[in-house]
């Protein structure tokens, strides 16, 4: 890449200084909404500053997967949605936009709070024949019943998409849990047959330390259809200060990238990376490493695409 060339990159608005989205495998798209937070809003700014930190990975690639996806991805910009028309309104513009994408491409959104998760699921769930499993990155399990005297927030959404057929619950895996909450709300996908890794469990584990969870998620999911949600608080608050619900005690940058990476091998339809809130952020630490995660999650897909032997699916069925 030139001088001219790289210049003109740190100024694009797209992801990595991708190309507008056309008929690449991958698509990137925004979820710009936040009506649905219980503490700080914020997030519907999130993703025009993960792309911002994005940039400097315009010409990378990957160390461990020795791809770059730029060449096959394509930035869809932001959902156009109408924020103040409620969160049922949202959410069915949210799916009938994810469902668009989804069915042309391998998508990665990028949020807004996590209430948006649910109608992409909804969205992907059209797109397979059975229930999905799931991979769920978060300081909190979001399976309350109810969002303080709300049917529907962005703490009720794996509760719902259970409830809904969406995803399976035995193919349900958390990661990183540490929130208050009531044990029936905490313990709701393991009561039902999931798996959670509280973050409790995770402490002082990292690199090979971290192998036995990864090898025990990969043969519980197997090669089911899989949806991946990160929400960026599931890192301790040192690593990103910048979401609207921060809980101390999580887990590190490394420790979640150790994982991720292991779990490339799960056969994914989509990622979603939620609650990155930049008006709380510091040093950008919270929009560069939800870049990074993002990044490292499309450098893992295109190294199946590119080396078919690894490669599992994808894209969207039928
Ligand atoms: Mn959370």
Known sequence: MSIGQFAYAMNSNRFMACAPLNKQTFALAGVPFDGAVTNRPGARFGPQEVRRASLMFCDGIHPVFDVSPIDHLGDAGDMRLPNASGLAEVRSQIQSQALALMTAHHCVFIGGDHSVTLPLLRAARQGVSEPLALVHFDAHCDTWTQHFDEPSGHGTWTYEAIQEGLVSAEH??????????????????????????????????????????????????????????????????????????????????????????GLIPLNMVAMDCCEVAPAYDHAELTSNAAATLIWTYLSGQASKSIHPVAASGGRLRG
Do not use: W
Request: charged share 20%; hydrophobic share 35%.
């Open 172 to 261: 349900t895996v958390q990661i990183g849990l540490r929130s208050s909450g009531d044990r029936a709300a905490r313990q709701y996908v393991q009561d039902q047959g999931g798996l959670i890794y509280a973050a409790r469990q995770l402490r002082g584990l990292d690199g090979d330390g971290l192998s036995g969870v990864i090898d025990n998620v990969l043969a519980r999911i197997g090669q089911r259809p899989c949806y991946l949600t990160l929400d960026i608080d599931v890192l301790d608050p040192a690593f990103a200060p910048g979401t609207g619900t921060p809980e101390p005690g999580g887990l590190s940058t490394s420790q979640v990238l150790t994982v991720l990476e």
